[in-house]
């Protein structure tokens, strides 16, 4: 079956501008996340949303980052007034269930590299 | 805050067994370890998780002992294909169940 797939796969824009990323997920999945890798770095968890429950915004870095999840399903990460920090592969997954005691797999879309210039 | 402290990188020869081992402070009681892979240019993939003991699956086998303040991912014979990086993650103890990843251990088969 389709797997998560992120849209654009590359991004190039100019400091100053907005940008949106888009995040299609599993179909079924409840569960979306949103993490930024800089290179050679580890993933930094921004955001978590779960059904129509509020998402957890708790890892976003500045009020710049936004998110949305229209209708339980497509997921667009906004960055408003780009900086050259935000430059990074942002990665989206998803999962069937909310984590538990155990951790349900997430499934991870190809990213998509923003460069911010 | 958890914390997980892995190896930055390591070595090792088609057909040999590589355990990378990761050290995990501060994680919640009851929750899982897990550990993923990731190739160049792609998102990360799940590998493996336990809770304590020992899980094995046919990727990996994962060793969790009683105190849980560490665990090691074993790959049996690793070939060329293996060469990735390999992160544990473990949820944050307390009200913040913050899922926390580790930096990574790059790992490199040789032939």
């Known amino acids: 079956g389709a797997g998560v797939s992120q849209s654009p796969s590359n991004k190039v824009t100019e400091k100053g501008k907005d940008v949106e990323l888009r995040c299609d997920p599993i179909s079924g999945h409840t569960a979306l996340y949103w993490y930024r890798q800089s290179l050679g770095q580890g993933l930094e968890f921004l955001i978590y949303f779960q059904g129509n429950s509020a998402p957890d915004k708790s890892g976003l870095p500045s009020d710049r980052f936004s998110a949305e999840r229209t209708g339980g399903s497509v997921s667009t990460l906004t960055i408003q007034r780009t900086q050259q920090e935000d430059s990074a592969v942002y990665l989206c997954?998803?999962?069937?269930?909310?984590?538990?005691?155990?951790?349900?797999?997430?499934?991870f879309g190809p990213g998509t590299r923003l460069t911010v210039t | 805050l958890a914390k997980t402290t892995q190896p930055i990188s390591m070595d090792s020869y088609e057909g040999q067994e590589v355990n990378i081992t990761c050290s995990h402070n501060?994680?919640?009681?009851?929750?899982?370890i897990t550990w993923y892979q990731q190739f160049p240019s792609q998102g990360p993939r799940f590998i493996i998780q336990?809770?304590?003991?020992?899980v094995t699956n046919e990727v990996a086998s994962l060793f969790i002992p009683a105190d849980r303040k560490s665990s090691t991912l074993s790959l049996p014979r690793v070939s060329l294909s293996d060469t990735a990086v390999y992160y544990c993650?473990?949820?944050?103890?307390?009200?913040?169940?913050?899922?926390?990843w580790g930096l990574g251990t790059s790992l490199a088969v040789n032939p």
């Open positions: 993650l473990a949820r944050n103890a307390g009200n913040n169940r913050k899922l926390i």
């Open positions: 336990g809770y304590k003991t020992k």
């Open positions: 997954a998803s999962s069937l269930k909310p984590p538990g005691l155990a951790e349900y797999e997430q499934y």
């Open positions: 501060n994680i919640a009681t009851n929750d899982y």
